[in-house]
């Protein structure tokens, strides 16, 4: 694997991480994060990154939109 290849390999995954952290700490400041749905609407959105970045192999708009009604609702 080429050295550029590497780097944005880790740029990709420490954006991820640090995105789902994000997710994290805004739905802990709300009352009911042990909600059901809150947990439902997180797996949703983890469970749609997963297949769009490992499956799917091509992280556009189209994979991506099915993750954008769980995250407006949990903002």
């Known amino acids: 694997m080429h050295p ?3 780097i944005h390999l880790l740029f ?3 954006i991820g991480i640090s995105s789902f952290y994000f997710l994290f700490e805004k739905i802990k400041e709300n009352k009911n994060f ?3 749905y809150n947990i439902l609407f ?3 959105i983890i469970g749609t990154w997963t297949f769009s970045t490992y499956v799917n192999w091509s992280i556009n708009g189209r994979t991506m939109l099915p993750m954008l009604t769980p995250l407006s609702i949990l903002f």
């Open 42 to 44: 997180i797996f949703w």
């Open 4 to 6: 550029v290849c590497k």
């Open 34 to 36: 042990y909600n059901s």
């Open 12 to 14: 990709f995954v420490l």
